[in-house]
């Protein structure tokens, strides 16, 4: 019996399970919300009440927000989840559903069953539920369903297929596949994945590097991470076709020292795959053979950039250097290598399995197939989401993630490298060019939504503190440049913003874009450029009025008591670490501004405790000086 | 520290350059930051001067050359937990603690640094208090948790 066949009797047997099987998503968002908790409660339950049941850990399947989930299986129904379980929850969930039958369904919020409603009545289907109705999971199809630290449940789920089918192809009509697929580069620019393979490949040499680059510098963006902790093999997989379609038989995935689960789970995987014969020489009983290093990065941004990459996988500073040569010339060791993004790896055996046809149905012409967001900021459903290409901004922002509590001011991509977007542009597609043509870029994915409450200087300059942080310091445009545009965002913010200053930070952020040595630095001020295209009356609000909109700058902000709503419940006194606030039990209480550290305790204390009444409001005020 | 216990860490390399920073991070692992012995012994192994070894690692912002309090508190600074107001935690622990950001209390007993993401941030603001994270954080639930460990 092959490998395969194993593995697929062994998934049959999970699936056609007489137990009940518990999944239960512990990956980081999982574990972060509590899962680990529930997992013990869901051991602990079992083996009190004696029952027999299988548990599987399971990565994101990309509603974080619905975080810790749990889902049962009972033999012969179709798999229930339960959304923001917590211990005593699951305890309960599975005291009744286990032993009572009862499948508790006011606590689910879907089902995975095949048609209609399944045997649950009112209960839609899990993908059917709003954030995940217009997603199509291409890259992400495994996750939140096998276990990541299992090779068969990858195997069992035409893993190394694609790959399979990428050996008995020559390594040129692979790269001919990649190229009628019409992928381009995930990771931001959008540059087609072929072409820089035929570069590679037709340099002469026989040492060539494959690298997946993991360093995911965007803060605020965690696609990558989620996808190697929920599905490593698909990332490997994928890796092992581009090394093949290069003619590289070494390979490397850069990945971030923090992402402590995602680095163990790779390891996990390669050596799964070494005992498969699935790395190593004769992969899969053809000539090509092949070998990875995982290698860690420690935290630095611009090892986002492939040179400073490079430099860093060399035990260097990752510095940038001047391209040409490009890498897919002479990269790493001065050895021609390429440098693909997580994502756009993760596509590559959907793409060998399935065929370029196939994955062209999703997207547009000149940008096919799909893309990951971690959809996340001011957005009621946040999460890791998958979409066609093409697909409009406002149908993420709004259908997906159901738009923003208080009122959607704008959309943020591309991290510290990327830019606003107003509610205006919320119609156009996400592509490449259009997200570029609006002013920002498509990037690798990070999508943060803001709303009233995020203000759009405060915004940009947050970005420029990380970009200024970030700078390698090697030219002065973006070292000298980036500090003088922190200081004058940090004087508008104070409310010392002069007229003039607006029109310098015009002037410096033009000039560090265009002078700067490398994407880093050329992108900066991308933040500061867009949000005064597209923001300028909060600018002018800031200078002029010393207003914050927002009232999100803490300087332009102040704290007082609507006199009308306070029941002097002193529960703000009791929190305030200044002693600001005074007044007697039932009485009126009142804020001393000069000793207010704005600090927001009462404000969260006044909101959110039974016995207090919502009394507590911040607010800017327009002062014209 | 003993001889050995680098051993034991240089042990699983071959000495090359690109190394370096592998070793960086098992060290700081192992002793939560990087010793001037550290660098001494690492120099050693790889043929390369100190102030190589310094020039690589103060590059990247992972890497301390101060020894940790004993808890660590980590805010998420990254956009997530910026825009829900990350900022009010970082200023909260400042002001509770009396230290800024990558500072550690006089007694050493608080350790305080910010973090650019922890990759949930679906569930932002949050805070990592040793390994544990904490979601959704509010002001006074922080200062709660640090009262407790005070
Ligand atoms: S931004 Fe804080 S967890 Fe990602």
């Known amino acids: 019996m092959t490998r395969r066949q194993v593995a697929r009797d062994k998934w049959d047997s999970l699936k056609e399970s007489r137990v009940p099987v518990i999944h239960i998503g512990t990956a980081t968002c999982g574990t972060a919300a509590g899962a680990l908790d529930v997992l013990e409660s869901v051991r602990r339950t079992l083996s009190e009440n004696r029952l027999e049941a299988t548990l599987v850990q399971v990565g994101c399947i990309g509603p974080c927000y619905l975080e810790p989930l749990m889902d049962i299986t009972m033999p012969g129904s179709p798999r229930v989840s339960y959304a923001n379980v917590t211990p005593q929850m699951a305890r309960s969930i599975i005291e009744r559903y286990l032993i009572k039958g009862d499948p508790s369904l006011e606590l689910a919020v879907g089902h995975f069953g095949s048609n209609g409603n399944g045997d649950f009545d009112g209960l839609p289907k899990f993908f059917e539920m709003p954030m995940l109705k217009p997603q199509v999971r291409v890259v992400l199809r495994n996750c939140g369903f096998i276990d990541p630290e299992d090779i068969d449940h990858y195997l069992a789920n035409d893993g190394y297929v694609g790959l399979a089918g990428a050996l008995e192809k020559r390594p040129e009509d692979v790269i001919a596949e990649v190229k009628e697929a019409g992928l381009r580069g995930r990771g931001g620019a959008g540059f087609p994945t072929y072409r820089k393979w035929e570069i590679c490949r037709s340099v002469p040499g026989t040492t060539k590097y494959m690298i997946c680059n993991c360093s995911e510098g965007d803060p605020g963006a965690f696609m990558n991470r989620s996808l190697i902790e929920s599905d490593p093999h698909c990332v490997l997989e994928g890796l092992l076709i581009a090394a093949y379609a290069i003619g590289a038989n070494h390979g490397y995935v850069y990945i971030n020292a923090d992402y402590a689960l995602a680095i163990a789970r790779l390891k996990k995987a390669a050596s799964q795959m070494k005992e498969y014969g699935l790395l190593g020489e004769n992969i899969l009983d053809s000539a090509f053979g092949f070998d990875v290093t995982i290698k860690e990065g420690a935290g630095a941004f611009v090892c986002g950039e492939e040179t400073a990459l490079i430099g860093s996988i060399e035990g260097k500073r990752g510095m940038p250097r001047s391209r040409p040569p490009f890498p897919a010339i002479a990269g790493l060791r001065g050895e021609p290598t390429i440098i693909n993004n997580v994502e756009t790896l993760g596509a590559l055996p959907n793409i060998l399995r399935n065929g370029a046809a196939w994955y062209r149905q999703f997207g547009v012409q000149g940008n096919y197939g799909t893309k990951t967001f971690s959809l996340v900021g001011k957005v009621r459903r946040p999460g890791l989401i998958e979409v066609p290409l093409g697909i409009k901004l406002r149908q993420i922002i709004f259908e997906i993630g159901g738009g923003s509590q208080k009122r959607f001011k704008a959309v943020q991509t591309g991290g510290p490298s990327g830019g606003c977007l107003s509610e205006e542009y919320l119609d156009i597609p996400v592509e490449y060019e259009s997200m570029t043509a609006a002013g920002s870029i498509m990037g690798s994915g990070g999508m943060i939504v803001m709303d009233e409450e995020t203000c759009a200087v405060d915004l940009a300059l947050y970005f420029l503190h990380f970009t200024q942080n970030e700078s390698c310091g090697k030219c002065s445009p973006c070292r000298v440049g980036t500090h003088h545009m922190v200081d004058i965002l940090e004087k508008i913010v104070r409310g010392q913003g002069q007229m003039d200053d607006l029109s310098k930070l015009q002037v410096l952020a033009e000039t560090v874009a265009r002078a700067s040595l490398c994407g880093l630095g050329q992108t900066a001020p991308n933040p500061v450029l867009t949000t005064l295209r597209h923001f300028r009356s909060e600018y002018l609000q800031h200078v002029k009025e010393k207003y914050c909109p927002a009232a999100a700058c803490k300087e332009l902000v102040e704290y007082d008591i609507d006199p009308v709503k306070c029941n002097g419940c002193h529960r703000c006194v009791s929190v305030c670490p200044t002693a600001a606030i005074t007044g007697a039990k039932s009485e009126l209480h009142k804020i001393d501004i000069y000793l207010c550290i704005k600090c927001k305790a009462c404000y969260e204390i006044c909101r959110f405790d039974p016995l207090a009444a919502d009394a507590i409001v911040f607010r800017s005020r327009r002062s014209v000086s | ?150």
């Open chain 2, 1 to 150: 520290m003993s001889d050995n216990t680098y051993n034991d860490i240089f042990s699983a390399f071959r000495g090359d350059e690109g190394d370096l920073i592998a070793i960086l991070l098992r060290i700081q692992e192992k002793f939560g930051y990087i010793s001037e012995d550290a660098v001494k012994h690492t120099a050693q192994f790889l043929r390369l001067s100190e102030n190589q070894i310094y020039g690589v690692a103060s590059f990247y912002s992972k890497f301390r050359f101060t020894e940790p309090g004993t808890t660590s508190i980590k805010v998420c600074m990254g956009t997530a937990c910026h825009v829900h107001g990350g900022k009010f935690l970082a200023d909260a622990v400042s002001w509770k603690l009396g230290v800024s950001i990558g500072q550690v209390t006089g007694d050493r007993r608080f350790d305080f640094q910010r973090v650019n993401c922890l990759g949930c941030c679906a569930l932002a603001p949050v805070v990592k208090i040793n390994d544990r994270v904490h979601a959704r954080m509010m002001v006074t639930g922080l200062e709660e948790i640090l009262s407790r460990r005070e």
